[in-house]
């Protein structure tokens, strides 16, 4: 326990404004009193803003353009006209607002709060917490404006990409997957912009239903169904989590609404404030939620099957979007894992959590992704990998280091995504680079693996790109933390980014260089990637003398060089990708950098800044000391890359071979390939619990409930039917005889009683 | 007794000899309807049987309307033809699509229904 005031104290550096945030402080900072309260600015209530309803508007109108098509059948390109046209309103909106912001965003920028509309009012009585009310409304901060920008313009981009990647579908599913992706922007945005927890949670359900939508894309493929049902039912986990956090939310704060509710978590008094159960839970049910959306922790095998979606929706919603919007609730809803909103006991294991689970995340998908010879699945993995720096950079008190690096992995993740999808689209379907090889020296491809090589640099987090920027404020804040689990977390992050620099380098050799050697994949004449010689130019590009077809069924198989829009969105990705490292070349403002102030000016602010200035890495000057040690990590990873994979491509697989082969190392190799058996885990430990419970139902309905009960009490009316059976000869006048008979009788009855006198 | 309820009633006008004449017809035409059916084999003639017991019952409710000088037992005829005419058409189709199964209007083809 005497880690906390240590923990605590490091938060307190990041807390006031950046005055007091210096060394001689932090050295002082010995307990819980030095963290000081919570501020937030209060809105700024603002009607003038109503004009932000329409970057919700434009993609919901996408919507119903789309779903229109859809329904009555129309084939054609219009829906991808409809979903860039609004995808670009949206992101034009949200630079616009930006440019109006950038000058005083430098400052202190209060929030933004425009009331749209009333939502939802129930009374229930006139007493505390007997109504609820909520009203449908835009909330705007610094990591909201973020959010909008980065989607946006991403979305865009993407959307222009899949409109000729989806070319061969304009007969079939193209309004459907434009349907698909508008409804996922306008749920998104809701997500971000909204002004209260309901909103997010609208927005954060709307995603899941989209990501599943488009998982399933493929739908006559069981693996695609299978694929997408897993994503839903996973997620779902995680939104419980989301939903009992609000319901405690509202128990413990009266509110919902961002604005009221950050007001009431400040307005705690640090120091007396107690943690009752319920609101020490909500910063775990949040984290249940983040592990959910953003494939952490237990809940991330989801993630590696999403890629049976159409590659360009892994790279705008499994990569750079919505698998953020976990890291976007950590940042808006930080001020839960401080003291100050749940009692200062429940802080520190909180925040713990959070980091843990993020390192733990990172270090697996990291050791997964070396496994895999499926390079949309090792890029899935990165996915899940960085996406756990992101966590841990919550988890260790640097929101800006998290935030940071959503930014940057948006960007880079989004153009390993599109590259990887061209060379898809190019190669009938082949995502297994072990028979894909030379890349470099195909026509058409060279752009790509090109792009390619930028992402994979970026994912290895090489020395001065953008990533690495934004990583190392994520180890530096770990690294130089006093709580010592703390660094442990830096240090097994540090190992992860070595991890991370082999893999992405392990597929680029195999893809780019080598001699060319292409094996079709199965969509030659299949769905979606098959190529109908619809784009016009040089869509058969012909290469005959590379000696490209292996002799593998690839008989007459031109690779099918990505088109116009493919390559002008990956330049424009690949620029996007290089200059979002440039905050950190520009000059500061106040000592905080253009993502910083973005932080700064949101809830997320209270863990803004970096870790002490003048820290120590083992005892050396930290900042010197985490460049050699990250850039080593990821020159290593790069240099066994190359020697196993690239200077001798037999090297990697005669290794591999000779692991499977020795039994000390066999599990290492098998367990890599398939994901640590998490999900084998998962079938043992509710698969085959559920198998025995429905055996037992089964067992019960069809014994207990058709034999016992129905069956037998159905012979009840048999037996007696088979008494009288024999009566029923079958002979009409016998039925017809016993019915006058028994009338007769009656008669003869009555006439008896009245001769007898008995009627008078 | 019956004449004591005879003399009960206000509006009776007094002819009970045209009466009991009447209800004499009517179980008559009920008998000869009910030996017919229960002797018959052939589903027409059956049909007709209970065509004639139809008819002694109308035939008793008009008398009966006619004695309490009330319109509704002549309602309830008409509503007995209406039925028998529903009933015929119903009735004959069955017969007719009986027929064509087994060729023949003996009843006793059908015995097997017993089951």
């Known amino acids: 326990m005497t880690m906390q005031p240590a923990l605590l104290s490091t938060l307190a550096l990041a807390l006031g404004d950046g005055a007091h945030a210096d060394g001689g402080h932090a050295a002082q900072a010995a307990g819980y009193a030095d963290v000081g309260a919570l501020q937030f600015a209060k809105a700024n209530v603002d009607a003038g803003y109503a004009w932000l309803k329409w970057m919700l508007l434009a993609p919901l109108a996408s919507v119903a353009l789309c779903g229109l098509f859809a329904l009555l059948k129309v084939k054609g390109r219009w829906p991808a006209v409809f979903t860039v046209g609004a995808f670009a309103t949206a992101a034009a909106l949200a630079v616009s607002l930006y440019f109006q912001w950038s000058p005083t965003l430098f400052g202190t920028h209060a929030p933004l709060a425009v009331p749209l509309a009333d939502w939802i009012t129930v009374a229930w009585g006139d007493g505390p917490l007997q109504a609820f009310s909520v009203g449908f409304g835009l909330y705007v901060d610094g990591i909201t404006l973020l959010w909008m920008l980065f989607v946006t313009v991403l979305a865009t981009l993407i959307a222009l990409y899949a409109s000729e990647y989806m070319e061969s579908d304009v007969k079939a599913g193209y309004a459907r997957f434009f349907f698909a992706v508008s409804l996922f922007v306008a749920s998104m945005l809701i997500l971000v912009m909204s002004d209260n927890l309901v909103g997010l949670y609208l927005g954060w359900e709307g995603v899941g239903l989209c990501s599943y939508m488009l998982i399933g894309y493929y739908a006559t493929q069981p693996g695609a169904t299978a694929a997408a049902k897993k994503a839903f039912i996973m997620n779902r986990v995680g939104d419980l989590g989301l939903a009992l956090a609000i319901f405690l939310i509202w128990t413990n704060y009266g509110t919902v609404s961002y604005d009221g509710l950050f007001q009431a978590v400040a307005s705690a008094d640090p120091l007396s404030a107690q943690g009752s159960w319920s609101k020490a839970a909500i910063p775990f049910l949040l984290l249940m939620a983040v592990c959910g959306k953003s494939a952490q922790g237990p809940l991330f095998t989801w993630l590696p099957d999403a890629m049976w979606g159409p590659t360009p929706v892994s790279a705008l919603i499994h990569a750079a979007t919505m698998v953020t919007a976990g890291i976007y609730l950590l940042a808006r809803m930080a001020p839960f894992y401080t003291q100050q909103a749940i009692g200062a006991e429940w802080a520190e294991p909180a925040l713990l959590t959070v980091g843990w689970i993020g390192c733990i995340t990172a270090f697996l998908g990291a050791t997964i992704a070396c496994g895999q010879f499926d390079y949309k699945r090792v890029f899935a993995y990165s996915t899940i990998s960085s996406l756990g720096y992101m966590v841990m950079g919550l988890g260790v008190g640097t929101a800006f280091g998290g935030v940071y690096y959503v930014f940057t992995h948006a960007w880079f993740k989004a153009l390993l995504f599109l590259t990887a999808g061209a060379v898809m689209h190019g190669m009938a379907g082949q995502v297994d680079f072990r028979k894909l090889g030379g890349l470099m020296k195909v026509p058409g491809f060279r752009l790509t693996m090109v792009c390619m090589l930028l992402g994979c640099l970026y994912l290895a987090t090489a020395p001065f790109s953008a990533a690495a920027l934004s990583k190392d404020i994520i180890l530096y804040q770990a690294l130089t933390s006093p709580v010592d689990q703390v660094r442990w977390m830096g240090w097994l992050g540090l190992l992860t980014a070595g991890i991370t620099a082999y893999y992405a380098f392990r597929v680029w050799f195999r893809l780019a260089l080598g001699p060319v050697h292409i094996e079709p994949g199965p969509d030659q004449h299949g769905h979606g990637d098959d190529h109908h010689g619809s784009h016009g130019h040089d869509a058969h590009a012909h290469h005959g003398g590379h000696g490209g077809h292996g002799g593998h069924g690839g008989h007459g198989f031109h690779p099918h060089a990505p088109g116009v829009r493919i390559s002008l969105v990956l330049a424009v990705i690949a620029v996007g990708s290089v200059l979002a490292g440039l905050p950190s070349y520009l000059e500061k403002s106040a000592g905080y950098n253009w993502i910083q102030r973005f932080v700064l000016n949101s809830t997320a602010w209270n863990r803004a800044t970096a870790g002490p200035e003048h820290a120590e890495i083992l005892g050396r000057d930290a900042h010197g000391t985490l460049f050699v040690l990250a850039t080593g990590v990821v020159v290593l990873g790069i240099g066994l890359a190359w020697v196993l994979h690239a200077a001798n491509r037999g090297l990697g697989d005669r290794l591999r071979a000779s692991m499977l082969a020795t039994p000390g190392l066999k599990w290492l190799a098998l367990g890599s390939e398939h994901g640590w058996y998490v999900d084998q885990l998962y079938a043992a430990m509710i698969g085959v619990p559920a198998w025995i419970g429905a055996q037992l139902l089964a067992f019960v309905d069809r014994f207990v409930m058709d034999g016992v009960i129905v069956t037998a009490v159905g012979r009840i009316p048999g037996f007696f039917g088979r008494i009288f059976q024999p009566l029923y000869t079958g002979s009409v006048q016998g039925y017809a005889l016993t019915m006058a008979g028994g009338i007769g009788l009656i008669v003869a009855w009555v006439v008896w009683i009245w001769l007898s006198g008995g009627a008078s | ?115």
């Open chain 2, 1 to 115: 007794m019956p004449a004591a309820i005879l003399a009960d009633a206000p509006l009776a006008p007094a002819m009970p000899a045209t009466l009991q004449l009447t209800l004499c017809l009517s179980v008559i035409l009920f008998g000869i309807g009910l030996v017919g059916f229960l002797t018959r084999r052939n589903m027409i003639l059956m049909f007709l049987s209970t065509e004639l017991m139809f008819q002694a019952a109308a035939l008793a409710f008009v008398a009966f309307g006619r004695l309490w000088m009330d319109l509704s037992g002549q309602l309830m005829v008409i509503f007995i033809l209406t039925v028998a005419a529903a009933e015929a058409a119903l009735a004959l189709g069955l017969v007719v699509l009986l027929y064509r199964r087994k060729e023949t209007l003996s009843n006793e083809a059908w015995a097997e229904l017993k089951e």
